[in-house]
């Protein structure tokens, strides 16, 4: 996990989704040096935040936007469509 402190957000996953999640972490977390599902999501999500700067913002990393910028909790269903 990141040496700072850690910001306060959560994601949502599908009971799918976090069943394999977690089926992952068990299986493999330790071997490929996780200490915690939470290490693996975020190596996860940064992943993908690099590769969404690299397609969307000339591969720069993003100016950060601040705790309050994004709209709390989940999309409404007819907003998932």
Do not use: C, H
């Not at 996860?44 to 990393?61: D, G, H, P, W």
């Amino acid at each position: 996990m990141s040496a700072s402190k850690p910001a306060s957000f959560t994601p949502y996953f599908t009971e799918e989704a976090a069943g394999q999640v977690r089926a992952a972490f068990l299986a493999a977390g330790q071997a490929e040096g996780y200490a915690s599902v939470s290490e693996l999501i975020e190596a996860a999500t940064l992943r993908e935040v690099r590769r969404l700067a690299r397609k969307y913002n000339q591969s720069k990393t993003w100016d950060p936007a601040p705790p309050g910028s994004l709209r709390p909790g989940q999309r409404r269903r007819e907003e998932q469509r």
